[in-house]
Structures are given as C-alpha cells and as structure tokens.
C-alpha cells in the first residue's frame, strides 16, 4: 500500500520569499512518480511538477522546484518568490508503476500569502 | 496541455433524484478515467477508475449500485449519482489519463462538479 503525508496543514508565507512544503511518501516500489498539484479556491487541480522514482536531478519548473531525497522518501515543494496568486491548497501525489497507474493523494497543505 | 471538461459544474438536487455528470476527454483519447470525490478541506479520494468498454473497477467503500460510471467512448465517462442523498453532496472531480509520451504520465483533472443535494 501506498501513503502520502503533508504534515502541514496551513502555511503563512510573505510574499516574494520562498516556502518549502513537505510531503513524505511510503512504498515499496521501486518504480514511482511524484506530482504536485494546486488546487486554488475554484477547486481545478493546476499540474506543477514531476519527479520520477529514478531521476537523479531535482525537478525544476520555473518557481518551482521539487527537493527530492529518495533514501529519506521525502519529496518536497519549493516555491521560489511566492506571489498572493499561489494562496491555494497544494497536493503531493504518488503514481505507482505496478498499479494501474493512480494516483495517491497527500492530505494537502493550504498555503496562505502575505502581502 | 490536454483538456478535460465536466457537466455540469453544480448541481443542487432534491434528496432522491438522480445526477449525471459528465467528463469529457476534449483533444485527446482517454483508455482510462478516474472519478474522485473530495469533501471540504480534504484531499481527494479515489472512487473508481473507468475503462474504455469494460465495467469500471471501484474503491473499497464505494458503492458500486449508487455511483454508476459508464465509459462508453474514447473521450466520455459519466458518474451517475443514484437516488442522491445529502451525504452524497460533495466535489466530484474527474481526471482522463493521457496517452504516454514519455516517462511522465500526467493525468488530466476537470475542472469538478460540485453537488449539493437538499
């Protein structure tokens, strides 16, 4: 079974300065995705970033960027020169390749910022 | 990227009635669709994954009898919400898996279909 934790149910950020946002993940696979996904008020869920279970660089998308450390299974979202339209809940989900391919969604984390 | 749209995007029903909503691949063939519901302030669950032609494949806990999913085409998957009930009320969101193009395989969400049901 997979499990997908984020420890932090809300988070204050002040605008332009960056924030980290955690997600743990358990599985046995060897083979996985990572994704990040916003979710603003309108309820859409907004694709961020990818990272693959043997990727050996870091993910990046513009402000984006995903702290991969495979041995400690932790797969964390930073957001570079936050701006008030990033207030929105993000998800961190996990895609197993032995599956069926769905995704396992993290409880989220509510991201608030501060002008 | 790819498109996937959902009908209605609200719906407010009598206890009882049945609601329809439909998810639509919009440039793209989708084999696979997946259905989530998503209660306020909680993440999304999982309730079953439609396949092209074949019967859809549910999560434990969810009734297969009261979320009726048809996925008749390449392109259309329906969840049908029989005789709802203010339980039922929720975010229905659903998601098409696009075709592999590479190590990613990123599936496409709706943009949802919140019911409330009176």
Redesign the interface.
């Known amino acids: 079974a997979q499990k997908i934790t984020q420890t932090q149910p809300g988070m204050f950020v002040q605008e332009k300065e960056a924030v980290t946002l955690d997600c743990t993940y358990d599985t046995s696979d060897q083979s996985y ?1 990572l994704f990040w ?1 916003k979710q603003p008020s ?4 907004i ?1 961020l970033i ?1 990272q ?1 279970s ?2 050996e660089q870091n993910a990046t998308e513009g402000r984006y960027s995903l702290n991969f450390q495979k041995a400690r299974k932790s797969a964390n979202l930073v957001i570079s020169a936050s701006q008030l339209g990033d207030s929105a809940m993000y ?1 961190c989900a996990m ?1 197993s390749n032995n599956a ?9 984390t509510r991201l608030m910022v501060k002008p | 990227g790819a498109v996937v749209s959902q009908h209605p995007s609200w719906v407010i029903c009598k206890s009882g009635t049945s609601v329809k909503i439909e998810c639509r691949s919009l440039d793209f063939q989708a084999t696979t669709m997946f259905w989530y519901r998503q209660f306020p302030k909680q993440s999304l669950m999982l309730m079953a994954t439609s396949n092209e032609g074949s019967k859809a494949t549910y999560e434990q806990g969810v009734e297969k009898d009261k979320f009726l999913i048809n996925h008749a085409s390449l392109t259309l998957s329906t969840l049908t919400v029989t005789s709802a009930h203010p339980e039922d009320s929720s975010f229905y969101i659903c998601s098409a898996r696009a075709p592999r193009t590479g190590p990613q395989e990123t599936q496409y969400f709706g943009p949802g279909t919140r019911l409330l049901v009176l």
């Open positions: 995705g996904y309108s309820g859409e869920m694709f990818y693959g043997y990727d998800f895609r069926g391919n769905m995704l396992t969604f993290g409880g989220g």
